[in-house]
């Protein structure tokens, strides 16, 4: 038997893990991809970070929908 609270607590450890991994990932490549597609790094961190964002809000929205009411304000 497992305690639910015990496993939410380790899943909201292992997601927020997860969360700030990718959001720390283009600072981290930035530099390695610009380099390979002679791109500016700041161009190639500023989109990375974009989409790492958009994936992100994607993800949380589907796991938890925003209630109708803000979905309209939006």
């Known amino acids: 038997v ?5 496993v939410d607590g ?3 450890e292992i997601a927020g893990a997860m ?3 990718l959001l720390n990932w283009p600072a981290r490549v930035s530099g390695l991809v610009a380099a390979e597609l002679g791109a500016d790094p700041h161009l190639v961190q500023t ?3 974009q989409h790492i964002t958009d994936l ?3 993800a949380a929205d589907r796991f938890d929908p925003p209630a109708e009411n803000e ?4």
């Open 2 to 6: 497992l305690r639910t609270d015990a």
């Open 19 to 21: 969360r700030d991994a």
């Open 10 to 12: 380790r899943v909201d």
């Open 47 to 49: 989109v990375l970070q």
């Open 71 to 74: 979905a309209e304000a939006v």
């Open 56 to 58: 992100l809000t994607e």
